[in-house]
DNA sequence: TATTGTTATACTCTATAACTATA
DNA sequence: TATAGTTATAGAGTATAACAATA
């Protein structure tokens, strides 16, 4: 990596505000381009249960929204067969929800179609660019989780 | 920068995978770190119009939205006092939709949002990180405007 | 009493279909 | 006839308030 000189505030500012958008935008598209029968709140929650259960609870808190609103969204996935409401055997008022099979693989199908359109540009670019973006990748995962 | 090896398809297709993650996480973090009183799409269109007057047909086709949905969303704009409506003169089927100056300014103070919460990000990095976030950027605006 | 989850109700954004006015 | 825009209507997704069941 060449020597980086340090940018005035102004120029970080104008950075963050160009990144950004690229960022912004390049989610609009992914979320266009990609037309799954998954919606996105839905994807969201199925990619919630991927790696463990969880209650309604837990999942309204996770993605933002109201208890009522995470009922009615967990009962689509309920009725499409993606989500398994099961009673918890130790506090009845809870339910555990789990991915089905069939959820699990309406998530994979969904995540392969954001790939998909992702994965086509990245190969339009030269190795240097590539490595551009595989050192910028590592900064926005920790930024993205600040 | 330092030589770049070239990647495998299947490396090429997890950096791609990461890279579309981070984008979508930092657009869903800005957006919900930025309260504006301008919904999304209301923001979208005031963008939409920062640069040019259009007509509602116009908003619709750009936004991939119907043109009975714009036609609502327009009216919200206009009764806030964001968008002027005004008839063509040419052709009287048509209106052409401007921002008012307080339309600009409530476009100008959303952004503003928005870019806080980036802007402190990237304060907090150093100026290498920042260097590679610079090339990647340039990389990014391309890329999203394929 | 506090917590989990649901039901009741309403608002917003979206859509399609049908309508009006103009070209 | 074709196009621009609106109105009518309906379907999601969201919210708050009120309720039921359980801890």
Redesign the interface.
């Known amino acids: 990596?060449?020597a980086?000189?340090?940018?005035s505030r102004s120029e970080?500012?104008q950075?963050?505000?160009?990144?950004?958008?690229?960022?912004?935008?390049?989610?609009?598209?992914?979320r266009?381009e990609s037309q799954s029968e998954v919606a996105p709140h839905q994807l969201s929650v199925l990619a919630r249960l991927d790696d463990k259960d969880r209650t309604p609870r837990e999942l309204a808190v996770i993605e933002?929204v109201s208890a009522p609103s995470m009922t009615k969204t967990v009962a689509a996935l309920v009725d499409r067969g993606w989500v398994l409401r099961t009673d918890d055997p130790t506090d009845g008022r809870q339910v555990i929800l789990s991915l089905t099979r069939s959820g699990r693989s309406a998530l994979r199908a969904a995540i392969r179609a954001?790939?998909g359109w992702?994965?086509t540009?990245?190969?339009?670019?030269d190795?240097?660019?590539?490595?551009?973006?595989?050192?910028?990748?590592e900064?926005?995962?920790r930024?993205?989780?600040?």
């Open positions: 990596m060449m980086a000189r340090t940018l970080k500012a950075l963050a505000s160009q990144l950004r958008l690229s960022c912004m935008r390049i989610a609009r598209r992914v266009f933002c954001r790939e992702m994965a540009r990245i190969e339009g670019l190795d240097e660019e590539i490595e551009t973006l595989r050192l910028a990748t900064i926005l995962q930024v993205a989780a600040t």
